[in-house]
T-cell receptor, first 114, second 112 residues
């Protein structure tokens, strides 16, 4: 069965600093990977996704993620964090169809300090 | 993309009662999914709802507690039955968008 691990429950960064959120997955075949963001009181918004091709994917809001098959990782990065990035971030892996049943990680809560 | 409307957006219910959550999509979709997000937790898939067939439930979720209807390709309901405080969660519906899953804004349920 597919699974996702986000080892960092909570991360605090200074505004303007770089960010990396870690994600490791377990899946038997080529994974379909996603990063979602959930702001307080808001729904889920897709930041980016990986299905195939270039292992470095660009998303919205200046985020990017790199798929590393050898490490079973799909870490999310941003070069300079803004205060509005404070939210909870979920890494997820899709089922065989890629978009059908999505298994989520436990989430990483990002706090941004001035 | 798909636009999903969920109703109600939030509710406070008495224990022992039931609440039905509606999910309306602006386009026809084959598969719809219901998730639960307990306080401070991640999202857990409850069941998959296909039009014209019974919903498929994930381990730990049963039809008697979470009956689901899927009368057509744009609509589904999830009922949380005989509620207890442990059912206090955000319930989200999701649809297969072809290359990604789209999510509704969720229903925040508080059981008192």
């Amino acid at each position: 069965a597919q699974s996702v691990t986000q080892p960092d429950i909570h991360i605090t960064v200074s505004e303007g600093a770089s960010l990396e959120l870690r994600c490791n997955y377990s899946y038997g075949a080529t994974p379909y990977l996603f990063w979602y963001v959930q702001s307080p009181g808001q729904g889920l918004q897709l930041l980016l996704k990986y299905f195939s091709g270039d292992t470095l994917v660009q998303g919205i809001k200046g985020f990017e993620a790199e798929f590393k098959r050898s490490q079973s990782s799909f870490n999310l990065r941003k070069p300079s964090v803004h205060w509005s990035d404070a939210a909870e971030y979920f890494c997820a892996v899709g089922d065989s169809g890629g978009y059908q049943k999505v298994t989520f990680g436990t989430g990483t809560k990002l706090q941004v300090i001035p | 993309s798909a636009v999903i409307s969920q109703k109600p957006s939030r509710d406070i219910c008495q224990r022992g009662t039931s609440l039905t959550i509606q999910c309306q999509v602006d386009s026809q979709v084959t598969m719809m999914f219901w998730y639960r997000q307990q306080p401070g937790q991640s999202l857990t898939l409850i069941a998959t709802a296909n039009q014209g067939s019974e919903a498929t439930y994930e381990s730990g979720f049963v039809i008697d507690k979470f009956p689901i209807s899927r009368p057509n390709l744009t609509f589904s309901t999830l009922t949380v039955s005989n509620m207890s405080p442990e059912d206090s969660s955000i319930y989200l519906c999701s649809v297969d968008g072809g290359t990604e899953a789209f999510f509704g804004q969720g229903t925040r349920l508080t059981v008192v």
